[in-house]
């Protein structure tokens, strides 16, 4: 098994279970929200806190026996989808550091990686997840961690997790959805193709949640997105829009005020994929669209 910890801007989530690239087990799950200070806008603001609160997780869990993969999400963290040719490691890190030098200054410090979302590309290239995360943000983590006592076996970001999860979901195998996450006040639409990854944004919300205005927002966004697929002058709009973290009734008032759009918009159903082996007690009931990006993390990792 393994755990899956997400530091939100409002609480943390974990999740300790397995999965393989077809589905994903669910033991034991819990979160944790963080008093208001220790996160603002996304950035770690009392790291002594957020330790503290990752330690009483580890204490509940048990999650020192198991390797740990953080997710986590930073404003200062740049990602970018490049097609590049079939080029070595080395070469490609060279590629990707390039791209982003037209976007950072130069004497940022960062980290590169990428992730291979599609090996083959029509036009014969790779299509990548490309990533910049600046060395003293990833710092700041890796204090935490330590001070907590947990192990970190590796930093994933949210945009990589969700492509993750999608993959393993039957409904984006099959014609053009789109995935739309919530957490907070912070909003990732991702648009699959075919089962492969095909453009994602991520936006930060205005208004008060559950507001009129706030489901007016977000459709405003959803609309922008297919708007923007339908000018790539390709016959593959999308379909229905999937969403994950809200309530039903924030559902219903999104696809009340997206009424308009050409696509169903409805709640991401996961029980295809996703089992929970049994309800812990003690924790709200399972939901796992309000662990949606745990869970991605947890796609072909058994250990």
């Given amino acids: 098994m393994i755990n899956t910890i997400y530091i939100s801007p409002t609480h943390l989530k974990c999740v300790v279970g397995s999965g393989d690239k077809k589905s994903i087990t669910v033991n034991s799950y819990a979160q944790l929200p963080l008093p208001e200070g220790v996160m603002l806008g996304g950035v770690i603001t009392d790291e002594d806190t957020l330790a503290y609160f990752i330690g ?7 999650l020192t026996k198991n390797p740990t993969y953080l997710i ?49 590309t029509k036009a014969g290239g ?59 006040k912070a909003l990732s639409l991702m648009v699959i193709e075919n089962g492969k990854f095909f453009i994602s944004n991520r936006y930060r919300l205005v208004h008060p949640q559950g507001t009129p ?45 997206g009424v308009y759009l050409d696509a169903v918009i409805e709640a991401l159903d996961t029980s295809g994929a996703i089992r929970l082996v049994k309800q812990v007690a003690g924790t709200e009931d399972w939901d796992p669209n309000n662990y949606i990006l745990n869970l991605g993390a947890m796609v072909g990792r058994k250990k």
């Fill in 126 to 184: 790779v299509k990548i997840l490309a990533v910049a995360a600046p060395v003293d943000v990833l710092s700041i983590y890796k204090r935490v961690a330590i001070r907590a006592g947990l192990k970190i076996k590796s930093m994933d970001i949210g945009a990589n997790v969700l492509i993750r999860v999608a993959t393993i979901m039957p409904q984006f195998k099959a014609g053009t959805k789109m995935l739309v996450s919530l957490d907070g």
């Fill in 72 to 120: 986590i999400e930073n404003p200062s963290i740049v990602v970018r989808p490049m097609e590049i040719p079939p080029v070595a490691a080395k070469t490609a890190f060279g590629l990707i550091e390039k791209e982003f030098d037209q976007y950072l200054s130069e004497d940022a410090d960062m980290v590169y990686d990428f992730t291979v979302i599609e090996q083959k």
């Fill in 56 to 62: 009483e997780f580890i204490t509940k869990l048990k």
């Fill in 213 to 257: 205005d706030w489901a007016t927002e977000i459709v405003g966004y959803i609309s922008s997105t297919l708007q923007f697929k339908k000018s790539q002058r390709d016959e593959n709009h999308v379909e229905a829009c999937y969403l994950a973290g809200f309530t039903d009734t924030e559902i219903t008032s999104i696809s009340t005020n």
